[in-house]
């Protein structure tokens, strides 16, 4: 059969009144049938013409939908295939990465911080993810070994250990901040970290941008999430691989977000008063 075209339900019925089937009437006139019947007599061919191909039409539409759900099964059952065996294939290399790198493979709890946690070690700089740690990387290769790594204070007062020349999260400008973020995500999800993990990390990031501090154009309130983002991500590495285990990090924690601005805001009065006291010591 041959194929439609064109949607005959689109058509419309002609006048076969008018002047222009003059001639299409005059084959049917005979002393039984005048012009208006002849007129009737066309219509009616016209419209049961029009019915047999809007049922062809139907059945191409029918047809060809059919065709086009087998050809997306068929081709769903080949990925389907092609990706059991790739599981096939990549299970001893997946299950050897499980092995060495266990510690990725933990499941975060969908749950908020617990009280107490312990300090980081296994917490990374941002830094190195800003334009100015790129550049260090592509001038320099750096192997950080025992002799490279120097004792620092943390935000909260406790020392950690840091590569020299590497600048704390909490210093960071916030446009460096910003240009590094997405950078670190990247780089976890290509160092083969689990999705889950990856997603919980970039939800923490992305709850600190719309919050009122990181709004403002006050730098200290600003400062006060870079302080809480680094003190909650040293944690919450740490808890990972604890007993306990970690947390829902991008549940933000505004009870601590209080502290953080309470003790930097004291540690800023301090400095303030003991710099005015300097200066007056040597006035006199």
Not at 200 to 208: C, P, R, S, T
């Amino acid at each position: 059969m041959t194929r439609l075209l064109a949607d005959p339900t689109l058509a419309q019925c002609p006048d076969f009144t008018s002047v222009a089937f003059n001639a299409s009437r005059a084959l049917l006139l005979s002393p039984a049938i005048d012009d208006a019947q002849a007129a009737a007599m066309l219509r009616t061919i016209w419209l049961a013409t029009n019915t047999a191909l809007t049922k062809q039409w139907q059945r191409q539409l029918d047809s060809d939908a059919q065709a086009v759900a087998e050809q997306q099964r068929l081709l769903a059952e080949d990925e389907a295939q092609r990706l059991a065996a790739q599981k096939v294939q990549d299970a001893p290399f997946t299950e050897e990465d499980r092995k060495k790198n266990w510690i990725h493979h933990i499941p975060i709890p969908d749950r908020p911080r617990p009280t107490r946690a312990a300090k980081s070690i296994l917490f990374v700089e941002l830094y190195y993810w800003t334009n100015k740690g790129l550049s260090d990387a592509r001038l320099a290769f750096h192997t950080f070994d025992d002799d490279t790594m120097l004792p620092a204070a943390a935000a909260d007062g406790s020392t950690v250990l840091t590569a020299a020349g590497v600048i704390a999260d909490r210093l960071l400008t916030p446009l460096d901040f910003s240009r590094a973020v997405p950078r670190f995500n990247v780089s976890l999800e290509q160092q083969g970290w689990v999705a889950s993990r990856v997603r919980i990390l970039a939800q923490f990031f992305e709850g600190l941008m719309p919050h009122d501090y990181w709004t403002s154009d006050n730098q200290f309130e600003q400062r006060v999430l870079l302080v809480y983002q680094e003190e909650q991500r040293r944690a919450w590495h740490q808890a990972i691989s604890q007993p306990a285990g970690a947390w829902n990090i991008s549940i933000l924690d505004e009870t601590e977000i209080s502290r953080c601005f309470d003790r930097i805001y004291h540690a800023e009065r301090v400095r303030i008063d003991q710099s005015f006291a300097f200066f007056l010591m040597n006035y006199h």
